[in-house]
């Protein structure tokens, strides 16, 4: 054999072996890549929670204060809070944009829009489409009228539609065979909303998630304030559904209904409009995971935890009704029993 032949036999065999090499490691690399793709497009959109809510007065008629606050988490992504001097329950409302509609989720605790521009803010800030606006759908993590009372604004306008917030509509608009088993999704175009069952608090409670920022959006399920109770079997099974659920699903941030603390974990009074050093808005999955075993533990008055405080005011208020019986059972004996030795000293 010639040399030019060994030589051309040889690299006939590295061409052959990078060749079955390539052919092996091929569909590895694919699917490596294939993979990395499919994480980076599962990744949840980053925003921005740096925000700094006005914190209310204790004397709202000496200073003026802006009713409804609007913090853009990212361009497709706004958290907007009602001002505590508006009302008291401080609420946090959120709009969510997709490329066909957008959701907003809850309306607040206010009614009048002279008060409280809330339609006339959302509709600015929804994107244009077909010579109109995006249409919106407005939903709610639940029926406390302070979660409602603004969707009587959004009743003139066309390209709107307002889900009643009561158990049945909720049901049915959602599609919930199964109520409160199962989960439901809501559509917005290049953005899917999951939507969790999650009474306890109330009947109809839901919470959002959104899977575009990876954020539960919980109502007054989860947040840094009072959860109240009125059912705690049904809250009980709710927070182990949710928790479920944020197993098999990325969650970044845990945003409610209302802010109630401060940043050493205290309670404002109920019905402050003034919260200097507010706690943050925004919960961790750790919170969530803490819930179920906070709430199998809950002695079915109050309990204090870092991030929350269970309460159940039915509870609280038969104990303070059984207290006041008591104390008057007691000065009707004690009133007696002065009389009976006032007559004894006196015959
Ligand atoms: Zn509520
Ligand atoms: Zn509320």
């Not at 700094?52 to 802006?66: F, I, K, L, P």
């Not at 009602?82 to 009614?111: H, M, R, W």
């Not at 917005?188 to 608090?201: C, E, S």
Request: proline share 5%; net charge neutral; aromatic share 10%.
């Amino acid at each position: 054999m010639s040399e030019s032949k060994v030589k051309r036999g040889a690299n006939r065999r590295r061409f052959f072996f990078v060749v079955t090499g390539l052919n092996a490691a091929a569909p590895a690399a694919i699917s490596i890549f294939l993979t990395l793709v499919a994480h980076a497009w599962s990744q949840p959109v980053q925003g921005s929670l740096e925000v700094r809510w006005d914190e209310g007065a204790a004397n709202c008629g000496a200073t003026s204060h802006e009713p409804l606050q609007v913090h853009v988490y990212d361009p497709q992504t706004f958290i907007l809070r009602q001002s505590l001097c508006a009302s008291f329950e401080g609420n946090f409302l959120y709009l969510l944009v997709g490329s066909d509609k957008a959701l907003l989720i809850d309306t607040g605790a206010v009614a009048d829009s002279t008060q409280m521009p809330l339609a006339k803010k959302v509709l600015e800030l929804l994107p244009d489409k077909d010579k109109g606006k995006i249409s919106l759908l407005v939903v709610h993590t639940h029926g406390h009228l302070d979660h409602r009372a603004g969707d009587s604004q959004f009743a003139s306008f066309a390209s709107v539609k307002v889900v009643p917030a009561d158990l049945e509509t909720v049901r049915a608009f959602f599609g919930f065979a199964n109520w409160p088993d199962g989960i439901a999704q809501v559509e917005l175009g290049d953005r899917t909303i999951d939507v969790i069952p999650t009474p306890g608090h109330h009947p109809a409670h839901v919470a959002f998630y959104d899977r575009r920022t990876g954020i539960l959006f919980s109502g007054d399920f989860l947040m840094p304030a009072r959860l109240t109770m009125e059912d705690s079997a049904a809250y009980h099974a709710s927070a182990v559904r949710v928790v479920d659920f944020v197993q098999a699903h990325p969650l970044t941030h845990i945003l409610g209904g209302h802010i109630e603390l401060d940043t050493a974990g205290h309670a404002y009074g109920m019905g402050s409009h003034y919260h200097p050093n507010e706690r943050r808005l925004e919960l961790s999955k750790e919170d969530l995971l803490a819930l179920p075993a906070a709430l199998e533990g809950f002695n079915g008055f109050y309990a204090r935890y870092p991030s929350f405080i269970l309460s159940n005011p039915r509870h609280n208020l038969a104990a303070v009704a059984i207290s006041a019986v008591a104390l008057l059972i007691f000065i009707v004996w004690a009133v007696r029993r002065l009389l009976r030795r006032h007559r004894r000293s006196t015959a």
